[in-house]
């Protein structure tokens, strides 16, 4: 266990953390606490719960999975992603049985740790985590339109196709005031950066937007009209429940486990990139978990890692879980001075914020980038869009996961036996005579979702200690979705460290993917060339100018 459960911050403390660092980490942590107010109340309003559980799964799990997470940076809480989960959650079982889930998903999480599962992430395909990941985008905007129409419908159905015709039914009963608050606050939340890029824009919206609701007496609906008060303290909380009844609560929970992980290695793998630091995924997966069995004692709900808070962390000079510490701190000092005050906040305020954060949790360019791609990696996409969009997010993960596991082994099939009319000779090379300052990273056989993660690691271990890189691609027959992200991640990290990447080797598919990515212009398309002779001689030719 103690091998398994490292947390950064203790491992931090031991070496030692500088007084400016603790500075720049309560600056930056305040301002996060600031940014996740709107979203912890916007996250849990949406999901068909109170506004006090989004403030209190931002304190309680934002504390534990920075104090006991595998990130420096990693910010936890309520997520867009589980919005749909929740409020379906909510509908069929109640609040004791979204408690009793998350419970379950936290002891799931716990498992996947001990379990060294940390890894897990890179079986999931990148159309896959795009596709769902757009789903969930689309089905959030959906259920704003309410709120942002200020419809006063009693009852939605849950299903999209059936949610859209009710809208469009009661379109004549539109309330224009609320249509204009949803458009100041999005207005608002997109341009306010332009001006100060200190405070975000969703908090000066509910700032701004309350204080004239308020004053003006708008005929709008507030937090107030649908929940009633906010609670300014947090009291512990049973759930009520029957140890028989326990096994219908296994799929909800193994669906938030599943996307809790996800969200969170993919939050902090994104956090690694931003400050060249490495997580520790098995220790980030079992924080996770104890946040999760505890928060819903208190009146939580599901917590993960949220990408945007976390990349809101790093920008703002933030290099240590005191930051997450902090963030969550600030959210209980505001709940417990301004929470009377927050129950002005109208509805329609919110529906701006989340349809703000629909959009960006779109992934449209990557989407758009995928369709221009393979037809396996668009079959995967599409699947697990339209499913989660239609059908359940859980199908639409498992469809996604079986789908492309099967295009892959279809893929292997058809390449069986053949090779690249432009592939290099297999003879064995002597790389002895290599100039020091040039490494050489060859990469044999597919690079497909399964390896990417791998084989990206590799190439900016290597690259990092040289000048110039030769990536040799003879043996390489298709390359997907997920590996020409990573690749493209990879390429921009090495390119920033002042790394020169050369490329040989590649067959005209695998060339024609590379540049329909912009990958063959990031690295320069005079470097990817046909031959490792020519490569190593243009690499060669690199150095020598760099040293005159």
């Given at each position: 266990?103690?091998?398994?459960?490292?947390?950064?911050?203790?491992?931090?403390?031991?070496?030692?953390?500088?007084?400016?660092?603790?500075v720049?980490?309560?600056?930056?942590?305040?301002?996060?606490?600031?940014v996740?107010?709107?979203?912890?109340?916007?996250?849990?309003?949406?999901?068909?719960?109170?506004?006090?559980?989004?403030?209190?799964?931002?304190?309680?799990?934002?504390?534990?999975?920075?104090?006991?997470?595998?990130?420096?940076?990693?910010?936890?809480?309520?997520?867009?992603?589980?919005?749909?989960?929740?409020?379906?959650?909510?509908?069929?079982?109640?609040v004791?049985?979204?408690?009793?889930?998350?419970?379950?998903?936290?002891?799931?999480?716990?498992?996947?740790?001990?379990?060294?599962?940390?890894?897990?992430?890179?079986?999931?395909?990148?159309?896959?985590?795009?596709?769902?990941?757009?789903?969930?985008?689309?089905?959030?905007?959906?259920?704003?339109?309410?709120?942002?129409?200020?419809?006063?419908?009693k009852k939605?159905?849950?299903?999209?196709?059936?949610?859209?015709?009710?809208?469009?039914?009661?379109?004549?009963?539109?309330?224009?005031?609320?249509?204009?608050?949803?458009i100041?606050?999005?207005?608002?939340?997109?341009?306010?950066?332009?001006?100060?890029?200190?405070?975000?824009?969703?908090?000066?919206?509910?700032?701004?937007v309350?204080?004239?609701?308020?004053?003006?007496?708008?005929?709008?609906?507030?937090?107030?009209?649908?929940?009633?008060?906010?609670?300014?303290?947090?009291?512990?909380?049973?759930?009520?429940?029957?140890?028989?009844?326990?096994?219908?609560?296994?799929?909800?929970?193994?669906?938030?486990?599943?996307?809790?992980?996800i969200?969170?290695?993919?939050?902090?793998?994104?956090?690694?990139?931003?400050?060249?630091?490495?997580?520790?995924?098995?220790?980030?997966?079992?924080?996770?978990?104890?946040?999760?069995?505890?928060?819903?004692?208190?009146?939580?709900?599901?917590?993960t890692?949220a990408?945007?808070?976390?990349?809101?962390?790093?920008?703002?000079?933030?290099?240590?879980?005191?930051?997450?510490?902090?963030?969550?701190?600030?959210?209980?000092?505001?709940?417990?001075?301004f929470?009377?005050?927050?129950?002005?906040?109208?509805?329609?305020?919110?529906?701006?914020?989340?349809?703000?954060?629909?959009?960006?949790?779109?992934?449209?360019?990557?989407?758009?980038?995928?369709?221009?791609?393979?037809?396996?990696?668009?079959?995967?996409?599409?699947?697990?869009?339209?499913?989660?969009?239609?059908?359940?997010?859980?199908?639409?993960i498992e469809?996604?996961?079986?789908?492309a596991?099967?295009?892959?082994?279809k893929?292997?099939?058809?390449?069986?036996?053949?090779?690249?009319?432009?592939?290099?000779?297999?003879?064995?090379?002597?790389?002895?005579?290599?100039?020091e300052?040039?490494?050489?990273?060859?990469?044999?056989?597919?690079?497909?979702?399964?390896?990417?993660?791998?084989?990206?690691?590799?190439?900016?271990?290597?690259?990092?200690?040289?000048k110039?890189?030769?990536?040799?691609?003879?043996?390489?027959?298709?390359?997907?979705?997920?590996?020409?992200?990573?690749?493209?991640?990879?390429?921009?990290?090495?390119?920033?460290?002042?790394?020169?990447?050369?490329?040989?080797?590649t067959?005209?598919?695998?060339y024609?993917?590379?540049?329909?990515?912009?990958?063959?212009?990031?690295?320069?398309?005079?470097?990817?060339?046909?031959?490792?002779?020519?490569a190593l001689?243009?690499?060669?030719?690199?150095?020598?100018f760099?040293?005159?």
């Amino acid at each position: 266990m103690n091998n398994i459960l490292q947390p950064k911050f203790f491992t931090l403390l031991k070496e030692g953390i500088s007084k400016e660092q603790i500075v720049s980490d309560v600056f930056a942590g305040i301002i996060v606490g600031i940014v996740a107010l709107p979203l912890a109340i916007a996250f849990a309003v949406a999901s068909g719960v109170s506004p006090e559980k989004g403030l209190v799964t931002a304190i309680i799990a934002g504390f534990i999975i920075s104090f006991l997470g595998g990130s420096r940076v990693q910010i936890g809480g309520p997520t867009g992603a589980f919005v749909v989960i929740i409020y379906a959650l909510v509908e069929q079982y109640g609040v004791d049985g979204l408690v009793i889930s998350t419970i379950m998903a936290g002891i799931i999480l716990i498992i996947f740790g001990l379990l060294k599962l940390g890894a897990l992430l890179r079986y999931f395909p990148h159309p896959l985590i795009v596709g769902f990941t757009s789903g969930i985008a689309v089905v959030i905007f959906s259920t704003q339109i309410k709120d942002a129409l200020g419809l006063t419908i009693k009852k939605l159905p849950s299903e999209f196709m059936e949610k859209w015709q009710v809208y469009l039914m009661h379109l004549s009963d539109t309330n224009f005031y609320a249509l204009a608050i949803t458009i100041v606050t999005i207005l608002i939340v997109v341009y306010s950066k332009y001006l100060t890029t200190k405070i975000p824009g969703s908090f000066i919206a509910i700032i701004a937007v309350t204080a004239i609701v308020a004053l003006a007496d708008l005929p709008v609906a507030t937090i107030e009209s649908f929940f009633g008060t906010i609670p300014s303290d947090i009291s512990f909380t049973l759930p009520k429940f029957e140890f028989s009844s326990l096994s219908m609560y296994i799929a909800p929970a193994l669906t938030i486990a599943l996307l809790g992980g996800i969200e969170s290695l993919l939050s902090a793998v994104v956090a690694d990139g931003m400050i060249g630091s490495s997580h520790r995924s098995n220790t980030e997966l079992i924080s996770q978990g104890i946040a999760n069995i505890v928060t819903p004692f208190f009146g939580g709900i599901p917590a993960t890692g949220a990408i945007a808070r976390t990349a809101t962390n790093v920008k703002n000079g933030g290099r240590t879980p005191i930051a997450g510490m902090v963030h969550a701190l600030t959210l209980f000092l505001i709940m417990i001075l301004f929470a009377d005050l927050a129950k002005l906040i109208p509805m329609a305020c919110l529906a701006g914020i989340l349809i703000v954060v629909s959009y960006n949790m779109s992934e449209w360019r990557s989407f758009m980038s995928i369709l221009r791609g393979s037809p396996f990696d668009i079959a995967v996409l599409l699947s697990t869009f339209f499913l989660t969009v239609l059908v359940d997010l859980t199908i639409a993960i498992e469809v996604g996961v079986v789908l492309a596991s099967l295009l892959f082994m279809k893929r292997m099939a058809d390449i069986g036996g053949m090779v690249s009319e432009n592939a290099e000779s297999d003879e064995m090379e002597n790389y002895s005579d290599i100039p020091e300052g040039i490494a050489i990273y060859e990469i044999g056989g597919p690079l497909f979702f399964a390896s990417a993660k791998q084989y990206a690691e590799t190439i900016k271990n290597i690259g990092f200690s040289n000048k110039i890189l030769i990536i040799r691609m003879r043996h390489v027959p298709f390359i997907d979705s997920t590996a020409l992200h990573n690749l493209e991640e990879t390429v921009k990290t090495l390119k920033n460290a002042g790394v020169t990447i050369v490329m040989s080797g590649t067959n005209d598919k695998v060339y024609k993917d590379l540049k329909q990515h912009h990958i063959v212009s990031l690295i320069g398309e005079e470097h990817i060339l046909k031959s490792f002779e020519k490569a190593l001689i243009h690499a060669k030719n690199i150095l020598d100018f760099e040293k005159n």
